[in-house]
């Protein structure tokens, strides 16, 4: 079955950097473009990034564009998002989602906490 397993979350101070990974298992992962979607603690949810299959056609969310980078290894299944100059609104659970259109799956989440 679809396994999307994050990790990499954690405390960290305004200015930071923190490296988010989605190890996925279960489907053809070469195969599918990946989002990176948070949520803000008693906020909605909010798209940060998504990844085309291969690598290409990255976008980011005005609200991160410039400070995270997201890649992917298709050999390793595996998704990263990269994020740098982090601030207290980066705050909230981080979610890898598969497929650029469907959101068919997601993961459990990590925490991402920005606090001095």
């Known amino acids: 079955q679809v396994q999307l397993v994050e990790s990499g979350g954690g405390l960290v101070q305004p200015g930071g950097s923190l490296r988010l990974s989605c190890a996925a298992s279960g489907f053809t992962f070469r195969d599918y473009a990946m989002n990176w979607v948070r949520q803000a603690p008693g906020k909605g949810l909010e798209w940060v990034s998504d990844?085309?299959?291969?690598?290409?056609?990255?976008y980011y969310a005005d609200s991160v564009k410039g400070r995270f980078t997201v890649s992917r290894d298709n050999a390793k299944n595996t998704l990263y998002l990269q994020m740098n100059s982090l601030t207290p609104e980066d705050t909230g659970m981080y979610y890898c989602?598969?497929?650029?259109?469907?959101?068919?799956?997601w993961g459990q989440g990590t925490q991402v906490t920005v606090s001095t």
């Open positions: 989602v598969k497929d650029r259109y469907a959101y068919d799956y």
């Open positions: 990844i085309g299959s291969t690598g290409g056609s990255i």
